[in-house]
């Protein structure tokens, strides 16, 4: 190569960019125009047509394009005639390691183009200058997922390249990565796709489709608000569902993706559930039946695209075709920041803040787990995981870079465990871009990586763009070459500096980024860092400002480093909350020892505050002076208050399991079991809530009340009065979809129980169908819906459509911390014609049921109806327990 081309080999590089660029924005017009200016219709059934043109089930019907070309080509015309924009080119199972397994994966490209040039000479004969149609280039889920290990994601890519090219070279308009059952499959896909682009040089719009089952989840057990964390950062053209199910039964998946996805929305349903007549599956929904359900939804909540999959024939599109004339197209929604594992999701934007990052599966950080990874027990690594989720964090910090260990195989088998098992977000926290990218392409939801500095701009662009590719979410932190940045002005320049790099040049969403401003220990004495905290703070409210649609994120602990640990665990405390009050939205701690602010004294609360606001020598040695007296100036493990009723009623308060224990054995010794719970066990719940909602107490604490409470509910059930009175009425209860929080909703079952109500206990994350079902089963005097996040609250609204339209006419009682009388009155009431009542707590609901109940069935009342709650096949349950959350399943 000469001197002039090597020196010219950048400029090359750019005009290749641009001309990349103009060639994608020319091939995505014709397609995304038409999307955006009516409901674009697809074909339907590939496999219904062949079949009803005579083919045999089973087979490789790949292999049609190669020697029966005509009735592909027949499939395709019926499709067009009757009316469809798109079709589906026949290559569902054309990926090489699909085609392998019937001796054609060597012709996988092959097979594939000249899949696409037929269905580009059926459009060719259709098309008219009034009416384009366009050529869908699909890809189907292949045959192994490796979400369980089946084949690994990287050989599903290269899987998938050689399918692409073929399609890509036969012409087609788009590519449909359809029926996908693991997020880690979709992506694979679609990291294809884009290899292919940039080896060929040409781009065509992305559609990415999962199928889920009746419980809205897909195979390997996402729900649908985790896909849509996982894909919606992703450079995808439109999301959507298709498969599965009919169109009715996917109602409550395809809203939530309508009202909240940025992208364009698809649905292809099924014509209905299959029936097998004479060895043939006999789909139940008529062409009228199919095309009333989805006009429908084309209405409401409105759709970009759409089809039909299995059973669907010509007649059932070319009668959707007739009822879409003059449909106008969804508008997109704005969608809200998340990051997910696999199986759910998290809303960064959580209420009362902070999002909480668990730091113990850090190598450098937690010894405990270092022994782990030392010992190579990745079991135990998963359980020490596993165990923050269950603390209450939102995700988990991850590092395993240690001396003496191969990094990148450790992050590599630990991903691929953590992606089966964990049930929240991992932040990937290395130095190393080959150990981030083993990470992201292993992990199924929406990650975290901690994290890019400007010490090493190659390296840090490296990363950003690792984040690009995999959506994933990005920790900013304020170091350059001069070091760490100590002034809240050197901060915010710093921070600058790092925005440019990674939005404005990498094209990361502002949304999906953290900015850690660092903070420093206050425990050295150094003049330097005496005012580390107060700059922090400072930088952070300045910042808040500046960076809007950003996030700010701390490694809390750091400021106590040094310090005796019940000063630190106190510093830790207060300079949360301090920094929560600043702006601060994540936090990097144990999640297991956390404290609230209001279990501080008032006097260790100044001594922190002052060593904090008003550093110097002085405040230090009161800092120290204080903790120096006080043992626990935090809340103790085991409450010390007087006497045994206010022992039990302060650990249910505190969350500590093995004093609510122990204390509730110590009462029943000298209390009647009713007693127990009417004037001990409610009370000191109710306390948690009026702590949760003032802002007193977090997220964490009460889930660690909840677990004391039912610990101690555990020792009083067999005491309880067995022949207690009829229930006087019966309350349907569940927690609405995407919300794993039922501390409210349990609170209100045990108050409605224990004046004599039958509480039938669904449990957390239903969805409208679980809650529509139940009701005609159990026929509730009213039903209960509960949420804590603002998405629940969203959701509510959604149900009360699905509650009217399924016929439902007992009244709905809605309560949680993200509702408002207002919001209920105006917004949910008129969805739902039977009624849609506030309960601001426990108490209010109990008045609305006591108001909706003319009158009790029976005269009685009894505590012991807090565990009669039903089952919904109608037998008895423990309090929290009617149907068990299925949570993470496996195959179905």
Do not use: W
Not at 147 to 171: H, K, N, R, T, W
Not at 267 to 295: I, K, T, W
Not at 793 to 806: D, T, V
């Amino acid at each position: 190569m000469t001197q002039n081309a090597t020196r010219n080999q950048p400029v090359v590089g750019r005009l290749k960019r641009r001309a990349s660029r103009v060639e994608r924005r020319a091939s995505e017009e014709g397609f995304l125009s038409a999307a955006r200016e009516r409901i674009v219709l697809f074909d339907g059934g590939m496999g219904t047509a062949l079949s009803n043109l005579g083919v045999e089930p089973g087979g490789c019907h790949e292999l049609f394009n190669r020697t029966r070309p005509d009735l592909v080509y027949q499939a395709h015309a019926g499709f067009l005639a009757a009316g469809a924009h798109v079709i589906e080119t026949n290559s569902f199972g054309g990926a090489r390691h699909t085609l392998a397994e019937h001796g054609l994966g060597a012709d996988c490209r092959v097979l594939n183009r000249r899949a696409a040039e037929i269905a580009r000479r059926a459009v060719a004969a259709f098309s008219r200058r009034a009416c384009r149609r366009y050529v869908a280039g699909s890809i189907g889920p292949g045959s192994k997922l490796p979400s369980l290990g089946q084949i690994d994601a990287d050989e599903l890519s290269e899987s998938f390249l050689p399918q692409v090219l073929g399609l890509l070279d036969g012409g087609v308009d788009c590519l449909i990565i359809e029926t996908c059952q693991d997020l880690v499959q979709l992506r694979a896909a679609l990291f294809a796709a884009e290899a292919a682009f940039e080896h060929l040089g040409r781009h065509v719009p992305v559609i990415a489709q999962v199928t889920i089952d009746e419980h809205g989840r897909t195979l390997t057990g996402s729900d649908v608000p985790a896909v849509l964390a996982a894909l919606e950062p992703l450079p995808i053209a439109a999301l959507g569902l298709n498969c599965g199910l009919g169109p009715e039964g996917l109602s409550s998946a395809l809203r939530y993706l309508a009202g909240h996805s940025s992208h364009l929305v698809s649905f292809m349903p099924n014509a209905g559930l299959p029936q097998l007549v004479d060895g043939r599956p006999v789909y139940d929904l008529s062409p009228a039946d199919f095309a009333a359900q989805v006009s429908a939804f084309c209405h409401s909540p409105g759709l970009n695209i759409c089809g039909g999959c299995c059973g669907t024939t010509p007649e059932h599109i070319g009668l959707l075709a007739r009822t879409l004339k003059g449909t106008r197209p969804r508008k997109p929604a704005r969608s809200r920041p998340m990051v997910s594992s696999l199986f759910s999701a998290q809303e960064v934007a959580v209420k009362p803040a902070p999002f909480i990052v668990g730091e113990r599966t850090n190598a450098s950080g937690s010894k405990r787990f270092r022994e782990l990874l030392l010992a190579h027990d990745f079991d135990g690594m998963v359980a020490a995981a596993c165990a923050q989720s269950q603390e209450g964090a939102h995700a988990v910090d991850l590092s395993v870079a240690a001396a003496g260990r191969d990094e990148l195989h450790d992050m590599r088998e630990l991903c691929n465990r953590l992606n089966r098992s964990l049930e929240v977000a991992v932040m990937v926290d290395s130095t190393d871009p080959a150990v981030v990218e083993a990470a992201l392409s292993r992990l199924g939801g929406r990650s975290l990586v901690n994290s890019v500095n400007l010490e090493d701009e190659p390296r840090a662009r490296r990363t950003i763009e690792l984040c690009r590719r995999h959506g994933a979410a990005l920790v900013l932190m304020t170091i350059d070459r001069q070091g760490m940045a100590m002034t809240a002005e050197r901060k915010l320049e710093v921070a600058d500096r790092l925005y440019d790099l990674a939005v404005k040049q990498g094209r990361l969403d502002p949304a999906g980024i953290f900015f850690d401003l660092l903070t420093f220990t206050l425990a050295g004495g150094d003049e330097r860092t005496a005012n580390a905290a107060a700059e922090t703070l400072k930088a952070i409210r300045q910042a808040k400002r500046h960076f809007r649609q950003s996030f700010f994120i701390l490694g809390v602990s750091n400021v106590s480093y040094g310090f005796a640990p019940p000063a630190r665990r106190a510093l830790n405390t207060v300079f949360l909350a301090r920094a929560v009050e600043h702006g601060l939205d994540a936090a990097i701690l144990h999640a297991g020892r956390i404290e609230p602010l209001s279990a501080l004294k008032p006097a260790a609360v100044r001594a922190c505050d002052d060593l904090i606001f008003r550093p110097g020598p002085e405040s230090l040695r009161r800092f120290l002076d204080h903790f120096a007296r006080t043992t626990l100036p935090v809340r103790s493990r085991r409450p010390e208050a007087d006497g045994r009723r206010e022992r039990l009623r302060a650990a249910i308060v505190a969350g500590d399991r093995a004093a609510a224990i122990e204390a509730t054995e110590q009462v029943l010794q000298n209390a009647a079991a009713a007693s127990v719970i009417d004037k001990l066990l409610l009370p000191a719940m109710a306390e948690v809530g009026r702590r949760f909602e003032s802002g007193r107490m977090q997220l964490p604490f009460v889930l660690r009340s909840a677990e004391a409470m039912q610990a101690a509910l555990e020792l009083v059930r067999p005491k309880l009065d067995k022949a207690s009175a009829a229930t006087r009425g019966t309350m349907l209860i569940a927690t609405v979809r995407g919300d794993v929080h039922d501390i409210g909703k349990n609170l209100v079952a045990m108050v409605l129980s224990s004046n004599g109500f039958d509480v039938v206990n669904l449990g957390v994350r239903r969805t409208a169908e679980d809650i529509i079902a139940a009701a005609r089963e159990c026929r509730p005097d009213a039903i209960g819906l509960s949420g804590l996040l603002v998405e629940s609250a969203r959701a509510m609204k959604e149900y009360c459509r699905a509650f009217a339209a399924a016929g439902l006419a007992a009244p709905v009682i809605c309560g949680g911390a993200a509702l408002r009388r207002d919001y209920v009155e105006k917004e949910l009431a008129p969805e739902y014609p039977a009624g849609v009542h506030y309960a601001k707590d426990a108490m209010a609901g109990l008045t609305l049921m006591q108001r909706i109940v003319a009158a009790p069935r029976t005269t009685g009342t009894g505590t012991a109806a807090v565990f009669r709650e039903r089952k919904a096949d109608g037998s008895p349950g423990a309090h929290g327990h009617g149907i068990r959350h299925a949570g993470r399943s496996g195959p179905r």
